[in-house]
């Protein structure tokens, strides 16, 4: 059926071009957008718009087209929005009223000519000329059914564009999203910067790297999986505040929280510990929303949550007791613990502690759980191998997280800044690798050579910049607010 119709529109397209009709011009210029008519003259009355006596000239898509014989409706939208274009056969002359109707929906035309308002009172343009911008070979989905096969709209992100307004409008967000977190850092003496994507050592989180090869330096270099010891000698340097937001790499699996390519914001802080980043996150997100959309109460996927500071803040281990409802008697115990986590289904590799084997009793047991949002504090030193050690306890950092709606959203601490303590760390982090963990860190000798220069104390945060958008966008996927995620090859 598609093949037909793209055969009747390639038809068409040699019928336009017999009438001497480009189908690809290049030298049409809009006086308007849509959104500026609405915004102008969306209340203006019939009688105010027969008085204007200006002509408009817009440019957009045919999406809905209505024909009478000799007139005809349209709805053609533009990257502001949608309206309605009257055509008629006594205002265009028959010869251009002939070439009107070689047109189809898909087509991109300009056209120009004078505002009124029909008679339900709708807004529209009366067309007076015309000409055709775009053939369209294909034709869109069908309007009231769209895209149903959900993994097609991400393949084709650009007709899932094209005829659903909530994946349009998500994605507007998305971008005001981020102009507000870049504005905000700025606002606070935030130094925006650019560090490497392809490093020779990756490093700043626990996670497999992409691995490629540079043939003139004939060295190995391995698509970065954080920004975060780049940041950090920039700290060495002098910059006490700066932030980066850009993507991570990781060669991990793939769910509705996870694609290997990802947008991260990661900032800096000297003279701050991470109890100050928690103030300046508990700032950032609400007023973001309240930006964005004009609410510190959202609703996520049916649950009701409120971004309200001040937010709640629990211990790591004290979570695990009384809200993963892990007993006092296996916490208290290291392999009762580890027991306790591969009976509930954990893959603990050879060699890892009671440190991971509690991660993965949280993640499972306490995370899922956290719909509003919460500040986690206390992380092992096991699983924060950059993070300082706490000075009343050493087996545990100064780093929290911060779940909202289930969902791991940031992950901050008071950075290590002590090179033999990091050295140390390094060096246990190898002995994983050697038994096979591929996400454990490497040694970056250089980064502990900057330290030995001295950094200054030192507060950092990652915040996962798709899983926020998520969040406020009401997104069930991560790939709905990834243009073009990854996806497995079609065969």
């Not at 017999?18 to 009688?47: C, M």
């Not at 910059?239 to 996870?258: A, L």
């Not at 700032?283 to 500071?309: F, M, N, S």
């Not at 990652?462 to 073009?484: E, Q």
Request: charged share 30%.
């Amino acid at each position: 059926m598609e093949e037909k119709l793209i055969q009747q529109r390639k038809e068409k397209a040699k019928k336009l071009l017999e009438k001497g009709v480009k189908l690809y011009p290049n030298d049409f210029k809009p006086t308007h957008r849509v959104g500026e008519i609405w915004a102008q003259y969306g209340e203006t009355s019939e009688e105010e718009l027969l008085a204007l006596k200006k002509t408009f000239c817009l440019a957009g898509r045919i999406v809905a087209l209505r024909r009478f014989g000799r007139a005809a409706f349209i709805h053609f939208q533009d990257a502001t929005g949608k309206l309605q274009a009257y055509f008629k056969q006594d205002v265009l002359g028959k010869e251009k009223y002939e070439i009107f109707k070689l047109l189809d929906i898909g087509d991109i035309i300009g056209l120009c000519g004078h505002l009124f308002r029909t008679k339900t009172g709708e807004l529209t343009l009366l067309v007076e000329d015309f000409r055709l911008l775009t053939k369209s070979l294909r034709p869109l989905p069908e309007k009231y059914h769209g895209l149903k096969d959900i993994e097609l709209r991400y393949r084709q992100r650009y007709l899932d564009l094209i005829v659903n307004p909530i994946s349009k409008k998500r994605f507007l967000k998305r971008t005001k999203i981020i102009q507000f977190v870049r504005q905000f850092l700025t606002d606070r003496e935030f130094l925006e910067v650019e560090t490497p994507m392809m490093q020779v050592i990756p490093g700043g989180a626990l996670a497999k790297p992409f691995e490629t090869y540079h043939n003139a330096l004939g060295i190995t270099l391995y698509l970065r999986i954080a920004p975060e010891l780049y940041l950090k000698r920039l700290l060495v340097g002098g910059f006490d505040r700066v932030f980066e937001i850009n993507r991570n790499f990781r060669n991990e699996g793939i769910d509705i929280d996870h694609n290997p390519e990802f947008t991260m914001l990661e900032f800096y802080q000297a003279y701050a510990t991470y109890e100050d980043l928690m103030a300046l996150t508990e700032e950032l997100i609400p007023q973001l929303a309240d930006k964005v959309l004009g609410t510190k109460k959202i609703t996520y996927q049916g649950e009701e949550i409120d971004l309200t500071p001040p937010w709640r803040r629990v211990d790591f281990r004290g979570s695990l007791k009384e809200i993963g409802q892990v007993s006092e008697e296996i916490l208290k115990d290291p392999e009762a613990t580890i027991a306790y986590a591969k009976k509930l289904g954990a893959k603990l590799r050879p060699g890892e502690g009671v440190g991971k084997a509690l991660a993965k009793l949280f993640e499972k047991l306490v995370e899922p759980k956290l719909i509003q949002p919460t500040f986690v504090v206390g992380y092992p030193v096991e699983v924060s191998p950059l993070a300082r050690r706490n000075d009343e306890n050493p087996e545990i950092t100064d780093r929290f997280e911060l779940f909202i709606a289930g969902k791991e959203v940031a992950n901050g601490f008071s950075e290590l800044n002590d090179p033999e303590d990091q050295r140390q760390r390094f060096l246990q982090q190898m002995e994983m690798r050697k038994i096979g963990d591929e996400e454990a860190h490497p040694i970056d000798e250089d980064y502990i050579v900057a330290l030995e220069y001295g950094m200054p104390p030192t507060a950092g945060e990652g915040i996962g910049i798709d899983r926020l958008v998520m969040i406020l966008t009401d997104a069930p996927s991560i790939r709905d607010v990834i243009l073009f995620p990854h996806l497995r090859p079609e065969k």
